[in-house]
């Protein structure tokens, strides 16, 4: 074994262990904080692999932008671990039977006959002149270039149900049309009033006639 096969299982062991306390932990803040360990040690091993695009946008977009807004919300909700800890040995068979199959699901695609050692092998060392970020995008848009699309469709079709979901007309909030907003001339807003001007009242009565 070389050094690099040292630092795989490492990074293996690391990353296993991490996920498994993501679903076990019993605090939601600690649980976050494996997640970005899973998160940091999976870039790791993409960098074994000469993935370092995917590896830098792991880190900079889910460890520094998901992650932290995900720890901050949990931190900020302040859960009530004991009402969500109701109910959950109810539930803990049917949970157990679809982890189970979930998990031959993907044994049966991850395994040895389709991602062993003699099929797929140790990816040849690249040039120096290789860019990672180039090789990406044209395999994007040449040869994946329809699932890449599907995928981005998937997500439009995500968002704009998040957005209807969320924005329901309430009876006791405030509405504006921004229709009304762009026909607004600037008479509608302002008026000029000419008033006389006031005279100040002497103090104490000064300067009054008898």
Not at 10 to 19: E, K, M, T
Not at 129 to 142: D, F, I, P
Not at 156 to 181: F, G, N
């Amino acid at each position: 074994m070389i050094f690099q096969d040292y630092v795989f299982y490492a990074l293996a062991a690391i990353l296993l262990v991490a996920g498994l306390r993501v679903i076990t932990a019993r605090n939601p803040v600690h649980a976050a904080l494996f997640l970005v360990l899973a998160f940091f040690t999976a870039a790791g091993i993409w960098l074994l692999l000469e993935a370092e695009f995917l590896a830098i946008t792991l880190v900079l977009v889910y460890v520094g932008a998901v992650m932290v807004l995900f720890l901050f919300v949990v931190m900020m909700l302040d859960i009530n671990l004991d009402k969500l800890r109701e109910g959950f040995w109810d539930y803990a068979p049917l949970a157990g039977f679809v982890g189970v199959v979930m998990a031959l699901e993907m044994a049966s695609i991850v395994g040895v006959r389709h991602f062993g050692v003699n099929v797929t092998g140790t990816p040849e060392p690249h040039p120096v002149n290789y860019s990672n970020t180039a090789e990406l995008g044209r395999q994007l848009y040449t040869d994946y270039v329809l699932p890449f699309e599907l995928a981005s469709v998937v997500l439009l079709v995500a968002i704009v149900a998040a957005i209807a979901l969320t924005m329901r007309r309430r009876k006791d909030s405030k509405y504006i049309d921004p229709a009304e907003q762009v026909k607004v001339k600037r008479a509608d807003r302002i008026r000029m009033v000419s008033m006389p001007a006031e005279k100040e009242m002497p103090e104490n009565g000064e300067g009054e006639q008898a």
